[in-house]
């Protein structure tokens, strides 16, 4: 049923392979608030697959921080043509796998399967670097639930298969309401995949329709920019302004200084505080 475009198809097909949708499902779908700004295939059947996607069904490798390095530099090719991508957690609590919580970092650039959309979008020149929080941790349970909601009783599991339990689903969803989607306990507040716009402001959440929730190049980070939790904080829970640690309750004890960013390449350095 989609003889003009394969969109609609790609976007059911990230379904299959266990993709989740990275829209809003609250307020019976009338909800604004778009935590990746739009800007993804499983958003708006718009560009490539972001690289938490692509980790999550095999498709790429990220190089890691292992926090065994007081500073590390590293160079990103444009992730839509490479796989490059960039996976910082907190020391010594990465499961090695995409199912853990961490920031994630790719370029985001004009060339293979963005390069329609990124002509077509507006507003975001040759690109940049965009920067996720992912909290795709697994819930795991014994009994309960049902096809849109977990059973109590469970746990958060680091790995599946050598997991207790009977049943096993990621905890957050990018939701607002998060029981729209799936309700899992304790993941209420969290968001799955969150893009940190780099201005510092959170239109993406916000439920005024008045603010911008799709991509601009104000929200990529580029020469000369950084990251660090504290100047960032704002963008980590769904209800609160004021996050004082990652969704784990570590601290993420690092800045990332983006030394240079083009379309083709990308510096990124990342210092422990």
């Not at 020149?125 to 109590?152: C, F, K, M, P, T």
């Not at 950084?226 to 302004?241: D, P, V």
Request: aromatic share 14%; hydrophobic share 35%.
């Amino acid at each position: 049923n989609h003889l003009n475009s394969a969109i609609t198809s790609i976007h059911e097909q990230g379904h299959i392979f266990g993709l989740q949708d990275y829209y809003d499902y609250s307020d019976d779908g009338q909800s604004v608030r778009n935590y990746v700004g739009g800007a993804d295939m499983q958003s708006h059947n718009v560009f490539d697959w972001n690289s938490f996607s692509k980790l999550s069904v095999g498709w790429t490798k990220p190089i890691v921080v292992d926090g065994s390095q007081n500073s590390t530099t590293v160079t990103l090719r444009p992730a839509s043509a490479t796989g490059d991508c960039l996976l910082v957690p907190t020391p010594g609590t990465w499961n090695g796998s995409a199912f853990d919580e961490y920031i994630l970092i790719e370029l985001f650039a004009r060339v293979g399967n963005n390069v329609k959309d990124l002509r077509n979008w507006g507003n975001l020149a040759q690109g940049g670097i965009r920067l996720y929080h992912v909290d795709a941790r697994v819930y795991g349970y014994n009994s309960g639930g049902g096809e849109y909601s977990a059973g109590e009783g469970g746990s958060i599991v680091d790995n599946v298969k050598s997991s207790d339990y009977n049943y096993h689903v990621i905890g957050a969803n990018n939701s607002y309401d998060a029981s729209a989607y799936m309700s899992v306990p304790g993941f209420d507040n969290f968001k799955l995949l969150t893009l940190i716009q780099e201005g510092g402001e959170d239109t993406f959440g916000s439920d005024l329709i008045i603010k911008r929730h799709s991509l601009y190049q104000d929200d990529l980070f580029m020469t000369g920019d950084t990251f660090t939790f504290s100047a960032y904080n704002n963008f980590f829970l769904k209800k609160s302004s004021n996050a004082m640690a990652m969704n784990d309750g570590t601290a993420f004890p690092y800045t990332i200084n983006f030394d240079y960013v083009s379309a083709t390449e990308a510096r990124v350095t990342v210092e422990k505080n």
